[in-house]
Structure formats: C-alpha cells, structure tokens
C-alpha cells in the first residue's frame, strides 16, 4: 500500500465524516427508492494504523475491512474485544486462510470452488459458521478478481456443498476507469444479480447483503441497491 492516510485524525472528526455519508446515503437511497436505514458503511482501514482505528470505533464504526492478512493481525490485538465486526475484503491466497478465518466474521472476496471448500475446511476446524460474499467482476477487467456475471448462479449452487460457508450475498469493486453512466449500469447490473439469487435462500444460502461503491462511486452505489458501501479514504484522508 504506497497510500497513507491522516493516522492522526481524531474521533471528533471521524465523527463528523460518518455524519456526512450517512447523508449521502440518505440522498442516493431516497434517489433510488430504497430504505437508506438498510445501508451498513464498513470503513475499510487498510490505509491507517490501529491507533485510527481504534478511534474510528470510538466515533462509531461498527464494521470495519482489510484487505491483507498481516494489518489484520497487526491491528486486531490493540482493538476493544468485540466492538467491531470484522471482514475480509482482499484477493485471499490459501495459505493465509486459516489466519484469516480465525479473525473475520465474513470474506468478502470469494472467487473460487477451491477457495471456497478450503474456507469450509478451515471454519469446521474453528467451529464457526464462516459469512461469504461471492466477488463478481462486473466489468469484465481482466485486472480484477471475481467471477464472471454468468457464473453467479453456478456458484452459489456448488456452494450448498460447504456447510460452514452462510452465503450472504455479493461484493463487486468497479473498473478503475468507468465513467459515471459505466458506474450505474454495473451497479444495476449488480442489484439484478442480486434480487435474483434472493430468490434461491434456503440451506446455507441466505441472501441479504450487495457490497459495493467506495470513496468515489458510493453514492451511486446506493442509488441503485447497494447494502453495504465500503469507504476508506473519505473517512481517513487528510
Ligand atoms: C481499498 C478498498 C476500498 C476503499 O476504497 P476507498 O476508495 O479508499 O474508499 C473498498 N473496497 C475494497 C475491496 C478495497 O480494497
């Protein structure tokens, strides 16, 4: 991570960030006709140290996401037990699975039937039900992890074969590059997928989060659907 953002940022203004977003969501939800009260905001930390962290709890995160194994388990031992619920977000090598299993509630960025079953395996050893969200590479960007829009229904079926796997919905991160009109029609694209496999709940299967829009795209993210918007750099940049 070349990026760093403000360490030193204090609760009062975090405070104040999470006032301003829980606004926007407010506006895009009624824009798009949908509940704003059914929008979680994860702050994604992966740019800052424990110490913002810990005070973006005391300013009232109740989610919080991390893309690598190791800031994980640097920062979760200086976190008050139990304040935060805790996912995994970023492209997850098996080797670090067991790890990653141990510290988080839900990963994020399921894109495999391999990295599911060793998911499955690693949650039957810890005794948990491990939350998923299947990644769906919505824009085709062969930079991107994720699955093809296509593969979707396949997936979540092949995965009422993993017992300790709760599939909770999906995530998707957009190109880089899309423009505002690119940005609606994945998101839109996305709501559909997602209306879609609600209907498929039962087992294992029980459907009730779409993660997507960040910093730049959250607004239009929740305009058309979205039920968790993960933010790092409007919460912690200077
Ligand atoms: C970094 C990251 C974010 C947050 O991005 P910002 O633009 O800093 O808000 C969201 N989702 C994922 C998967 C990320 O890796």
Do not use: W
């Not at 992966?46 to 109740?62: L, M, P, T």
């Not at 300790?164 to 009109?181: F, S």
């Amino acid at each position: 991570m070349v990026k760093c953002l403000n360490n030193d940022i204090t609760a009062e203004q975090l405070k104040e960030r999470l006032q301003v977003i829980r606004e926007n969501i407010c506006k895009a939800a009624f824009a798009g006709g949908h509940d704003p009260d059914g929008v979680d905001v994860m702050a994604v930390t992966k740019y800052v140290g424990a110490q913002a962290v810990v005070r973006a709890i005391e300013a009232g995160v109740k989610l919080i996401g991390e893309n690598r194994e190791q800031s994980l388990r640097e920062k979760i031992p200086a976190l008050p037990r139990g304040a935060v619920d805790i996912h995994f977000i970023g492209h997850l090598q098996r080797n670090k699975a067991a790890s990653v299993v141990k510290m988080v509630s839900t990963v994020q960025s399921l894109d495999s039937l391999e990295l599911a079953s060793v998911l499955d395996r690693q949650a039957l050893l810890c005794e948990k039900k491990l939350a998923v969200l299947v990644e769906v590479n919505i824009g085709r960007d062969p930079h991107k992890s994720g699955i093809a829009p296509e593969a979707v229904f396949e997936m979540v079926d092949a995965l009422r074969d993993c017992p300790n796997l709760t599939v909770r919905g999906l995530m998707t991160i957009l190109p880089l590059e899309a423009d505002e009109v690119q940005c609606e029609k994945y998101f839109s694209q996305m709501n559909g997928l997602y209306v879609d496999i609600r209907a498929k709940n039962g087992d294992n299967v029980s459907v009730d989060c779409l993660s997507m829009g960040m910093s730049s795209d959250y607004r239009l993210a929740v305009k058309h659907g979205a039920t968790l918007v993960r933010i790092g750099t409007s919460l912690f940049e200077s």
